[in-house]
């Protein structure tokens, strides 16, 4: 797997009014990987996020970016280097036109105008929006800004993309869109970090999760492993995905013969089924 | 509360046969949602001009129509302002004249009083007895008076040529360029896009209230309004907050800079504003 590309060590971090929102956080990403950051609210995933992206600052321990650590000085490099797509888009969306808007990262990054014209132009037509490029974003509708606020990470080119509950408040089909794009970013080989409480979308897509608790890990491996395990998913208050489910009821009924090999996609089972 | 009645015009406004929506299919109104003066000048077909040309040709005839007052030129500022908002810019003539005519009771109500006078005595060229006292005017007097308001609709509609043909973006980049101070444009151009999220969260929060008879009696709607009123501060801090974080997310840095597309001003729109502008200064000097 080589070097990590982020490594966090022993990550502290506390709110204002004293109680600790991550608590001795250790957690490596490796470049390509697709995780999931999985917890209950307020388990601290979005505060692990800034943290991770050098908006908050830790009150203890270190963050390193390919073999930097990260101080003051080069925060920029982080920052430049871990995009995060917000859970709300309207608290991303700051310009008061589109091109504006998905400009204002690689403006910040102090390129050259041509540079970030041409990398405008790449984003939009990534999200398929080319065509709002002069619209305001008042005028869009909730999917339509959450493409923006996509565009607006991908256009800073980021090696590693959060994408903070990306799935909060869209239609099936802007979900479906979304997971087209999430799935067009893996195949390049982007680093993701997704939190979410969708179980399903985490068992299909991810391939390593990071459960979240009371400002904790408490478990980090692939979704397979964390959701056979009942002790974490009770400390996580989480459910099993419908398809584990069901693929154990089957082997209860002795529908189907336990060989542990828990189908990960609706078209996998199907097969599965198929073959008997 | 002045959003409110905002909103409901332009709903009156669109369910009337609105001819821009129509027309533009490319941007979609959301009732509800800002004003109808930044929907139109997005929607604009001279959107496209150079803003700073806007810019400078609404202020320059505003300066010759109150400068050189006289009628004439007044006129000939409405017939041309009113042609490049209507038949270049693609904007309803409904729609415009509905525009034009929100200060029209500001108007009147500042040209009358130059217009007429009271008096306990029958005097002046026309008077009318009112009980104690006379109004009275004279031809004079009347023709000051409609001279003035000529010359007011000019100014406006020379500034409505601006606002419905620029977005405020644009307008704000063109105050950069003249030096306005920093610290005023940008905080414009955050309260620009902020305008829209609070009247949204404003809207959410009074169908809430109404949802749960917020708005019963009288007394129960100002207590509603109240707390309202004190919601939206404390949210809108919460806002500032979340939107600085996704700032300095982005690689923010105390400079708040925006990327702007060049839109060139080509050497005939210049020699058009030119001939526009010769034209005003050779009228004021055949009819002074």
Redo the contacts between chains.
């Keep these: 797997m080589g070097e990590p590309i982020l490594k966090i060590r022993d990550l502290h971090y506390a709110y204002g009014n004293g109680t600790p929102a991550l608590n001795r956080i250790d957690a490596d990403i490796y470049e390509g990987e697709k995780i999931a950051v999985i917890g209950s609210n307020g388990a601290g995933k979005s505060t692990f996020f800034?943290n991770a992206?050098?908006?908050l600052t830790p009150d203890r321990g270190e963050i390193s970016y390919r073999g930097t650590i990260i101080n003051k000085k080069n925060l920029?490099e982080l920052?430049?280097n871990i995009?995060?797509v917000?859970q709300?888009a309207?608290?991303?969306?700051?310009?008061?036109?589109v091109?504006?808007e998905?400009?204002?990262?690689?403006?910040?990054?102090k390129l050259p105008?041509e540079e970030?014209?041409r990398r405008?132009e790449e984003a939009l037509t990534y999200m398929n929006i080319l065509?709002y490029k002069?619209?305001?974003?008042?005028?869009l509708?909730g999917g339509e800004k959450k493409r923006v606020s996509i565009a607006?990470?991908i256009a800073?080119k980021s090696e590693i993309i959060i994408f903070d509950e990306p799935t909060a408040g869209l239609d099936p089909l802007n979900t479906q869109m979304l997971e087209e794009v999430l799935d067009k970013l893996g195949s390049e080989g982007k680093t993701m970090l997704i939190s979410t409480h969708d179980v399903d979308f985490v068992y299909r897509w991810a391939e390593r999760a990071i459960v979240f608790s009371q400002g904790k890990i408490i478990a980090d491996g692939t979704p397979l492993k964390i959701f056979q395990s009942e002790e974490i998913l009770k400390k996580a208050n989480l459910k099993r995905p419908t398809l584990m489910e069901v693929y154990d009821l089957l082997v209860e009924k002795h529908l189907l013969e336990d060989t542990k090999a828990y189908p990960t996609s609706t078209q996998a089972f199907k097969e599965m089924l198929g073959n008997m | 509360m002045s959003t409110i009645a905002l909103k409901g015009e332009h709903w009156d406004g669109h369910t009337h046969g609105d001819g821009i929506n129509h027309r533009h299919h490319?941007?979609?109104?959301?009732h509800g949602?800002?004003s109808s003066i930044?929907?139109y000048a997005?929607a604009s077909n001279i959107?496209d001009w150079n803003p700073a040309f806007k810019v400078s040709l609404s202020m320059l005839t505003l300066v010759l129509s109150i400068v050189l007052n006289n009628p004439y030129v007044s006129l000939a500022v409405i017939v041309a302002m009113g042609y490049l908002t209507i038949i270049e810019g693609g904007l309803s003539i409904q729609a415009y004249l509905s525009i034009l005519m929100i200060p029209i009771s500001f108007i009147l109500l500042g040209t009358i009083t130059i217009g007429i006078d009271f008096s306990t005595q029958p005097i002046g060229q026309y008077n009318l007895h009112l009980g104690f006292f006379y109004v009275f005017t004279s031809l004079a007097k009347l023709k000051i008076m409609f001279f003035l308001m000529l010359k007011v609709f000019a100014a406006i509609s020379a500034m409505e040529m601006m606002s419905l043909s620029t977005?405020?973006?644009e307008i704000i980049s063109v105050m950069q360029r003249v030096h306005v101070p920093k610290l005023f444009t940008e905080l414009m151009?955050?309260i620009?896009?902020y305008i829209?999220?609070l009247i949204?969260v404003n809207i959410k929060m009074r169908n809430s209230a109404n949802s749960r008879l917020g708005f019963c009696d009288i007394k129960t709607s100002w207590y509603t309004f109240g707390k309202i009123a004190s919601n939206l501060l404390i949210v809108s801090f919460k806002?500032a907050n979340?939107?600085y974080?996704?700032?300095?997310?982005?690689?923010?840095?105390g400079d708040l800079?925006?990327?702007?597309?060049d839109k060139k001003v080509t050497t005939l729109q210049i020699a058009k504003a030119a001939v526009f502008v010769s034209f005003l200064m050779l009228l004021w000097g055949f009819t002074r």
């Design positions: 800034l992206n050098g908006v920029k920052r430049k995009g995060i917000f709300d309207d608290n991303q969306i700051i310009a008061s036109t091109m504006a998905v400009g204002f990262g690689p403006m910040n990054l105008k970030v014209l405008v065509d002069d619209r305001p974003p008042h005028y509708s607006d990470i800073m | 490319k941007i979609r109104h959301k949602e800002g930044d929907f997005y959107r977005p405020s973006s151009n955050l620009y896009r829209f999220i949204d806002k979340a939107y974080d996704a700032m300095e997310a982005r690689c923010y840095d800079i925006f990327l702007e597309e």
